[in-house]
């Protein structure tokens, strides 16, 4: 495999800079959300508390869990911790205009040597969009929706109003912009079953994209598209992309967005004059935060490794830095509802995120099972996972590469200082974007080394490594060990439920409880008609279904016999003359 200057190709080709209209009309769209956010954080500000509770309240009568979100979520001490947040996004929307009020547009680069994509990159990218369809079908149609996936389309998506999929933050909806952008899209169809397809759809969207970003980047670093098309073909059948693919939940789009920020930076060490490779870095970075908070692993080793090169250069580049605290700023604005309807808490305090309690010793004994998974999970179970995962930081040693070797060293660093210091395991899921690039990085690394002494032997064994990790890949897919996404067998209780809402007399009226959303779907998806769990109904139905944490409303109680349970949901069935 060659070893050619990083990212020849890919750096060299910013995007061509925009016409003065573009620009102007980009100045003017700020300047109306600046407004808009301006007259929102007033009226939150200026609204009593009282009645701000009862407006969020009459959003949607589908709102998980009503009852309790004005004492565990919108408490008037979140109100008021809310007015300070609002009182400083004021002084700093005020401040932002005050400064760009008469700032001059910025002057354009250097045209571009040559575009990002080019008509001989179109069969190589047309090629991985069927392969993505084809997987992205496979694992749909095989693999039925988990219970997370279920109770977004359910309580965050389908509430019946996207500001309330923003602002509360109930677990486990952690992946807010995913959510949003379902509900936007989508929300108006009303059906928690069509909403479920539409987020997976939309996981199928990101995962494409991923592979095309693996794709232009793996081309501009081997100098070849084949390699280009052949790393993003490993990516797609590594098991946890290729699982979370098909899922209706914002991990794809998560993975995208590492790849992105990734390719990105690479850019703007290449041409660090191209201002277009920070703002798309700075971009990627918030609407990374905004799908999953954990993206910080990978944005702090982002900023560690540009401090380590710039203290090598003995440069302060003060732009890199620059859109770095406007990433953090957007992605603080972005989570403002958040903190503004369902408090700090929410995020800061809940039990994903919960440090363990005890000596850190302790700790780390009770981790390392988990942690020594990775590797695992990441390369597909084949013995030698840690050598593999260690491998990206050969690259280190070969001068073209060396700067994405020292983003993959700083990765692994935060994340062990992270666990460590935070005394949480990370979950497997939650790390994707990381192991997603050390799949790609690994033959990379074999064919840079291999290449110094043989450039056929770089490739070769660049291939060799490929075709056997994707070959194992493929025989443990995620359609013959779906357990594997979420660590639950969601299999069977899948097929039980469903055959057991099928075996309800035709016609019988039927209830849910609130956390029995799983049947709910299913039951609205064969067609059946039942108010929304949320709706806690209160009326006698000829059958009323809970869940394991959840029960029957005390007055509803003494009419109903139970008749079985299955997959921990109790079907209850109405007593003889239980009738009003």
């Not at 061509?16 to 573009?22: I, L, Q």
């Not at 392969?131 to 019946?160: I, K, Q």
């Not at 693996?214 to 699982?243: D, E, I, K, N, P």
């Amino acid at each position: 495999m060659n070893n050619p200057p990083l990212v020849p190709g890919f750096a060299a080709s910013a995007g061509r800079p925009a016409r003065s209209f573009g620009e102007r009309a980009g100045r003017a769209a700020g300047a109306a959300l600046l407004v808009l956010g301006a007259l929102a954080l007033l009226a939150y500000l200026l609204t009593p508390y009282a009645a701000l509770r009862d407006w969020y309240l009459g959003r949607t009568p589908d709102l998980y869990r009503a009852a309790t979100w004005p004492v565990a979520f919108f408490t008037p001490a979140v109100k008021a911790r809310g007015n300070g947040l609002a009182g400083l996004a004021l002084v700093g929307l005020a401040g932002r205009w005050w400064r760009h009020r008469n700032r001059p547009l910025p002057a354009a680069g250097p045209a571009p040597a040559a575009p990002l994509l080019s008509r001989a990159d179109a069969p190589w990218l047309a090629g991985l969009l069927v392969l993505a369809a084809g997987l992205w079908a496979w694992g749909a149609t095989r693999v039925p929706p988990a219970y997370d996936e279920v109770f977004s389309a359910v309580f965050c998506a389908g509430s019946g109003s996207v500001f309330v999929a923003w602002s509360y933050y109930m677990l486990p909806n952690n992946h807010v912009l995913f959510n949003v952008l379902n509900g936007t899209l989508f929300g108006g169809l009303h059906n928690a079953s069509l909403l479920v397809f539409t987020g997976r759809a939309l996981s199928g969207l990101a995962y494409a994209g991923t592979l095309a970003v693996v794709y232009r980047l793996g081309t501009a670093l081997s100098g070849r598209r084949w390699a280009g098309a052949g790393l993003a073909v490993l990516a797609a059948v590594q098991f946890s992309l290729w699982g979370f693919g098909f899922q209706a939940r914002g991990y794809a789009l998560y993975a995208l967005l590492h790849w992105v920020a990734l390719a990105t930076l690479l850019g703007h060490w290449q041409q660090p004059r191209r201002r277009g490779w920070l703002v798309a870095n700075a971009w990627a970075v918030a609407a990374g935060y905004a799908t999953v908070p954990t993206f910080l692993f990978y944005h702090a080793a982002q900023l560690l490794a540009a401090a380590a090169e710039q203290l090598r250069q003995r440069r302060f580049d003060g732009r890199f830095w620059a859109c770095q605290a406007g990433a953090l700023a957007l992605a603080g604005a972005f989570y403002l509802p958040v903190l503004g309807f369902s408090g700090l808490a929410a995020l800061a305090a809940n039990p994903y995120v919960l440090p363990a309690k005890g000596p850190l010793g302790a700790f780390v004994a009770a981790a390392w099972p988990d942690v020594k998974g990775y590797a695992a999970y990441c390369f597909g179970g084949v013995w030698p996972a840690y050598a593999l995962a260690l491998l990206p930081l050969a690259l280190l040693a070969c001068r073209p590469w060396r700067r994405l070797g020292l983003l993959y060293l700083a990765w692994l660093l935060v994340l062990a200082g992270g666990t460590l210091a935070l005394r949480h395991v990370v979950f497997h899921r939650n790390l994707l974007g990381l192991f997603s690039v050390a799949l790609v990085l690994g033959p990379l690394a074999v064919g840079a080394l291999l290449g110094r002494w043989r450039r056929w032997a770089g490739a070769l064994g660049a291939v060799a490594l490929g075709v056997w990790l994707a070959v194992g890949f493929v025989r443990h897919s995620p359609m013959r060990d779906a357990t594997n996404l979420y660590y639950y067998n969601i299999a069977d209780t899948y097929a039980l439920a469903q055959q057991r809402l099928w075996g309800l007399p035709a016609g019988a009226s039927v209830a849910f409880a609130e956390e029995s959303f799983y049947p709910y779907w299913l039951y609205q998806r064969g067609g059946g008609q039942a108010a929304h769990p949320a709706h806690r109904p209160a009326y006698p139905a000829a059958y009323y279904i809970t869940a394991p944490n959840d029960g029957l409303p005390p007055a509803l109680a003494p009419r109903y016999q139970p008749v079985d349970t299955v997959g921990g949901y109790r079907l209850w069935r109405l007593r003889a003359g239980g009738v009003w």
